[in-house]
């Protein structure tokens, strides 16, 4: 069965910067579109980036526009979120998904998820 399993969240300070992986086993991330979400306390899920199975086509919320890029290595079965700038807003905990062939911004869109990684932002 496919599995993600997200990884690189921590504890910095705002404008500092944070690489999140996501590996995916179990298969390949070939011809899987990935994404990844976030859900801070008490607040609904919501998007942040995707990506396209070949990397050509990637998507963005705008909260995230001009701060965050999202890339990956399908050699080794891995999707990037570069995070730079954070800010306060961005503590979430951070998941990434994966579908079949093409991207999307809706949850309910992706066949796969991880369980998450935690990126705290303090002042």
């Known amino acids: 069965q496919v599995q993600l399993v997200e990884s690189g969240g921590g504890l910095v300070q705002a404008g500092d910067s944070l690489r999140l992986s996501c590996v995916v086993s179990?298969?390949?991330?070939?011809?899987?579109?990935m994404g990844w979400f976030r859900q801070a306390p008490g607040k609904e899920r919501e998007f942040v980036s995707a990506i396209s199975w070949s990397g050509s086509t990637t998507m963005y919320s705008d909260s995230v526009k001009d701060r965050f890029t999202i890339s990956r290595d399908n050699a080794k079965n891995t999707v990037y979120l570069q995070m730079g700038s954070l800010l306060p807003a961005d503590t979430a905990v951070y998941y990434c998904?994966?579908?079949?062939?093409?991207?999307?911004?809706?949850?309910?869109?992706?066949?796969?998820w991880g369980q998450g990684t935690q990126v705290t932002v303090s002042s």
């Open positions: 179990g298969g390949t991330v070939n011809y899987y579109a």
């Open positions: 998904a994966a579908r079949r062939t093409s991207t999307s911004r809706y949850e309910n869109a992706y066949d796969y």
